[in-house]
Every structure is written in structure tokens, then in C-alpha cells.
């Protein structure tokens, strides 16, 4: 796995350690303060999708083009959990427009994957 196409074998395996760390702060941390159900509900979703999408880019090796996958994924990941984990903490909807251009970069970056 020499090359580029390994260097997404590191950001996946760093999104994923960064991904089990807001696991555990989930767990632990967040829902013991006083967040509504909906703030709880938007950082599992944030977390379940960083979680799913930091496996997809390990296998960005294995596919044809590997630089344009691993752009859309993690741009997908930075514009759809980013926003979420944000409003979730704070209270703020300020960034959640950006969802779902980042959702729509996760699926254009699987579609990627494909080619």
C-alpha cells in the first residue's frame, strides 16, 4: 500500500481513532450534562456516520481513484458530522445548512468509490 492511495489508510484510521474518542465522550461526558433528546439524537448521527465513513476510507486503496473518493468522503464527513457534532454541543443550528451539501459529498464520494 505504497503511495498515495495508503496515505487514506492513515486519514482513515486518524478519523476513526477521532471517531471512537467523540464515541466515548458520548458516552461519557455528553449524555450526562443537560442536553435536550434531540441534541443526544444529532451526535449519534454525527458519530454513527464519522464511524461508518473513517471504515470507508481505509478502503480507498482498493478502488480506482482514490483521491477523488477520499476528497468527497471527507469533505462529506467535515460538512454532515461536523454540523451536527457542533449543534449538538452547543445548542446552535448556525452551521446545519451545511449538512446536506456533506451528505451529498458522502454519496457522490461512495459513487466515486464505484467508478
Known sequence: MAGAAG??????ALSG????????YGAHGFRRSDRDEYQKELYET??????LHSLALLALPRCRHP???????????????GPFYY???????????AAP??????????????L
Open 7 to 12: 496515505g487514506w489508510v492513515r486519514v482513515g
Open 17 to 24: 481513532a477521532a471517531a471512537v474518542a467523540a464515541a466515548a
Open 46 to 51: 454525527a458519530n454513527r456516520y464519522h464511524v
Open 67 to 81: 483521491a477523488l473518493a477520499g476528497t468527497l468522503l471527507c469533505g462529506g464527513l467535515g460538512l454532515f458530522c
Open 87 to 97: 449543534q449538538a454541543v452547543t445548542g446552535d443550528p448556525g452551521l446545519s445548512r
Open 101 to 114: 451539501v456533506g451528505g451529498s459529498l458522502l454519496i457522490l464520494g461512495w459513487l466515486a468509490m464505484a
